[in-house]
């Protein structure tokens, strides 16, 4: 959708015969139906009004397209400026403008993230540079009208209030602003960015190449699939192997098969290392090969910027990004819009989006709706916060009321914890999660040990990290003080143990970050993932007493999201509050306590739950 298409004279016309800003939102309200607020319309003024004196160039042809507010189709992506025409070589040009008011910046370690004032506050966001080339990533990637008709994407951002102080434009953001140009306020700036204009837009088309643009079928191209396809082979991390083999194939079948009259949602349940992840990636592969429109989908952000970063190599912020989403993204999106949404961790779905839990309807209902074919990987076990409502139950009541058929799979083989089936049905006896037959663990197969301090497990687990395939995780029960004070220490046990949370730095990428084996890391950044060895603290929010595992929410961080509103709850409903609060302290810990592959080393800060566990081995 377009919001406003003109051609440069129209444009100019149009800013000189009335306020630009209202001619761009009458247009708005007759594309949209809505309205906008006054901040929105405020940015309009303000850069449209320095778009126009840029493009008062004679140079630049009357005829060249332009677009405001372009809408990707079938993204919630949106291309503030847009202007299309041929180079001197008379090839088709697409040139994006990122615009922005900012006048000041702070710059910050991560990746292409700045900090600015945005709502009253700074805050850390997306420098304008990635940002426009991201957009067009996701043009060369995924829309038909440009890998067909060989449209060059051209991306720039013009800052047009930001002097230039060496923050914005410094070196740290160089390999950003190398793929997409950054122009900022004044006289030289206006120049270079007129100069960069006219190098890719000799002629005009008159808006030929924005509507090829608008109408382009989103599916991914083959370049991008064939390049998908090579970076797994000879992985073996990403081999199927026994009954994820089956399942694979079945999941194909259905999503290659459904249709907008014959909808299907798949519901693929497995336990901690039965491979759920593997399969789900190998799906998001083997459709994107046949050309079919397809996301990996997760709530956490974990799993999918481990697995991407996996299958990228070395290569950041690359054009494979566009297919790993998170679950609140797909509000408002159009019915069967994809042919196929994988859902991985789908027990992590909330019901609302958005930072503050107040948008959309329910998750499940917005993955289901958005395609033709929903595929669900799920554990129920493993719902470690109480805003988590994935479930079996919910899913197949969405998919019946879509009119949608549902299919049910299992993967059993367990491929974790050595292939050790009794390791996993020994954690759900001990946590009190469920009887099982296994009150005792045999080590034979798989390596459990307690240690009586933090500082000897934690050496336990780095001695055994020299693949960087070790890690050290903690219930939430420290706050997080570093993120403030980046000297402070967070996890303080007794005099001689003193570490910091993994929240900030290295953020989703923390268990694959060389150096990281010296921090501590949580459930939200090693759920659906996994290491050689574990080590896990166990605090105390859950201790053994008298054999009873008896677990206290109120020894949680106060600051821990995933039990948040549980006071409110255990005011009203106190029986509902105590089940759940238990139910997602012992999942937490049995989740972290099956990350390892081949062992688990385990601190207990209370003597008498670390007692009870050592009583539990034989």
């Not at 149009?14 to 007759?30: A, P, Q, S």
């Not at 067009?136 to 951002?157: H, M, T, W």
């Not at 004044?186 to 006219?198: A, H, I, T």
């Not at 000897?456 to 993120?483: F, I, T």
Request: aromatic letters at 8%; one cysteine or more; hydrophobic letters at 35%.
């Amino acid at each position: 959708m377009i919001v406003y298409a003109a051609t440069k004279q129209t444009f100019l016309k149009d800013n000189d015969n009335d306020d630009i800003e209202d001619v761009i939102l009458r247009h708005y309200k007759e594309a949209t139906g809505k309205n906008v607020g006054a901040s929105e319309v405020r940015s309009w003024q303000g850069s449209l009004t320095y778009m126009a004196k840029v493009l008062r160039d004679e140079s630049l042809p009357d005829d060249v397209g332009l677009a405001i507010e372009l809408h990707i189709p079938q993204s919630s992506k949106r291309i503030d400026f847009l202007l299309t025409g041929r180079c001197e070589q008379n090839r088709k040009n697409a040139v994006l403008i990122e615009l922005k008011q900012w006048s000041k910046a702070t710059a910050t370690t991560k990746d292409a993230i700045v900090k600015t004032a945005l709502g009253g506050g700074m805050v850390e966001t997306i420098h304008p540079s990635y940002q426009v080339w991201s957009y067009a990533a996701l043009l060369q990637g995924f829309n038909e009208a440009v890998y067909d008709k060989s449209i060059e994407i051209r991306p720039c951002a013009y800052l047009h209030n930001y002097i230039s102080d060496g923050v914005i434009d410094s070196a740290h953001y160089q390999v950003h602003t190398d793929k997409a140009p950054l122009f900022l306020k004044g006289p030289d700036e206006l120049s270079k960015l007129r100069g960069f204009l006219k190098q890719h837009l000799k002629y005009g088309d008159n808006k030929e190449v924005l509507y090829e643009l608008a109408h382009g079928r989103i599916r991914p191209s083959k370049a991008l699939a064939e390049a998908l396809v090579g970076l797994m082979k000879g992985k073996s991390e990403f081999v199927l192997i026994d009954d994820q083999k089956a399942v694979f194939e079945a999941a194909l079948a259905a999503a290659s098969g459904a249709t907008t009259v014959r909808p299907k949602v798949l519901i693929i349940e497995g336990g901690p290392g039965t491979g759920k992840t593997v399969v789900a990636i190998n799906l998001l592969v083997r459709l994107s090969e046949q050309r079919l429109f397809s996301k990996y989908v997760s709530k956490n952000a974990a799993p999918r910027k481990v697995y991407e970063s996996k299958l990228v190599g070395t290569v950041k912020r690359s054009h494979f990004s566009n297919l790993f989403s998170g679950s609140g993204a797909f509000i408002g999106v159009e019915k069967n819009t994809y042919d196929a949404l994988v859902i991985d961790e789908a027990h992590r779905l909330n019901e609302k989006s958005g930072l503050y839990g107040n948008l959309g309807e329910n998750q499940i209902k917005e993955l289901i709706d958005s395609a033709k074919c929903s595929i669900f990987f799920i554990d129920e076990d493993q719902r470690v916060t109480l805003s988590d409502i994935g479930s079996k139950q919910q899913i197949r009541a969405f998919a019946a009321a879509k009119g949608a058929s549902v299919e049910e799979y299992s993967l059993t083989s367990q491929f974790r914890c050595s292939g050790s089936d009794g390791y996993l049905a020994w954690l759900d006896d001990v946590l009190d999660i469920r009887s099982t037959a296994n009150p005792m663990l045999e080590r034979t197969e798989y390596e459990f040990e307690v240690f009586d301090s933090p500082q000897a497990m934690h050496e336990a687990v780095r001695l055994k990290n020299s693949e960087n395939r070790a890690r050290v995780v903690a219930g939430y029960c420290w706050p997080w003080l570093s993120k403030k004070d980046s000297k402070a220490q967070d996890i303080v046990i007794g005099d001689g143990y003193a570490r910091q949370w993994n929240l900030d730095q290295d953020g989703s990428l923390w268990i694959v970050t060389e150096g990281s084996i010296d921090q501590v890391g949580c459930i939200h950044t090693c759920q659906g993932l996994e290491v050689d060895y574990i080590g896990v603290i166990i605090g105390p929010d859950l201790i053994i007493r008298d054999g009873q595992v008896i677990t206290s929410p109120e020894a949680r961080d106060k600051h821990d999201k995933s039990i948040r509103g549980w006071k409110k709850l255990m005011r009203e409903q106190p029986e509902r509050a105590k089940a759940d609060t238990d139910a997602i302290i012992k999942n937490t810990y049995r989740t972290l306590m099956s990350r390892g592959m081949k062992g688990c080393y385990l601190y207990c800060t209370d003597t008498e739950t670390a007692e009870y566990f050592k009583s539990r081995l034989v």
